[in-house]
T-cell receptor
Framework: EPEVTQTPSHQVTQMGQEVILRCVPI?????FYWYRQILGQKVEFLVS????????KSEIFDDQFSVERPDGSNFTLKIRSTKLEDSAMYFC????????????FGEGSWLTVV | GEDVEQSLFLSVREGDSSVINCTYT??????LYWYKQEPGAGLQLLTY?????DMKQDQRLTVLLNKKDKHLSLRIADTQTGDSAIYFC????????????FGTGTRLQVTL
């Protein structure tokens, strides 16, 4: 069964460093998302991406964050100048079409900022 | 804004039925989902229901939706130890490109 894959599964980075989290969505999907889950808290929406542009973003997704689909298969989340509070599990997700369709999540990338 | 709430913890005995409840605030929810998260793992889509339905059954899983009360439940029949996990309900609203709003998650513990 096709699945969303994410790398790395775990990354430790120093505060102030840049991090890139990578995702390979399911191949025929058109909508891509990043969510995050701070330990013990709710899963929170960060950003949705369609047709090579951001379609919606939350207030969490400030100028520190950016997304890119560089080559038609990968979907990346870049976090510039990481802060301690960026430590979280970051989930990539994809869906074949907009609202009403099933949204599949990857296994997550656990980011620890020290 | 939208808000989704769940009870934090549920303990059941193996073989019994589990019922996990969820309430949401926004009446323009179109789809409601249940996801399962095992320790250290990702979010596994279990099932979803469209807002014009009131029930959906899928093997051991039954989803009930009371749109008037904005209440969603997930019933797991014959609960097994492998069902131990955190269960999240989530909703999407019309016109938000499938942005999901998640509940707090319910930790299901299955005891022998």
């Amino acid at each position: 069964e096709p699945e969303v894959t994410q790398t790395p599964s775990h990354q430790v980075t120093q505060m102030g460093q840049e991090v890139i989290l990578r995702c390979v969505p399911i191949s025929n999907h058109l909508y891509f998302y990043w969510y995050r889950q701070i330990l013990g808290q709710k899963v929170e929406f960060l950003v949705s991406f369609y047709n090579n542009e951001i379609s919606e973003k939350s207030e969490i997704f400030d100028d520190q964050f950016s997304v890119e689909r560089p080559d038609g298969s990968n979907f990346t989340l870049k976090i510039r100048s990481t802060k301690l509070e960026d430590s979280a599990m970051y989930f990539c997700a994809s869906a074949p079409a907009s609202s009403g369709n099933t949204i599949y999540f990857g296994e997550g990338s656990w980011l620890t900022v020290v | 804004g939208e808000d989704v709430e769940q009870s934090l913890f549920l303990s059941v005995r193996e073989g019994d039925s589990s019922v996990i409840n969820c309430t949401y605030t926004d009446s323009s929810s179109t789809y409601l989902y249940w996801y399962k998260q095992e320790p250290g793992a990702g979010l596994q889509l279990l099932t979803y229901i469209f807002s014009n339905m009131d029930m959906k059954q899928d093997q051991r899983l039954t989803v009930l939706l009371n749109k008037k009360d904005k209440h969603l439940s997930l019933r797991i029949a014959d609960t097994q130890t492998g069902d131990s996990a955190i269960y999240f309900c989530a909703e999407t609203l019309t016109g938000t490109a499938s942005k999901l709003t998640f509940g707090t998650g319910t930790r299901l513990q299955v005891t022998l």
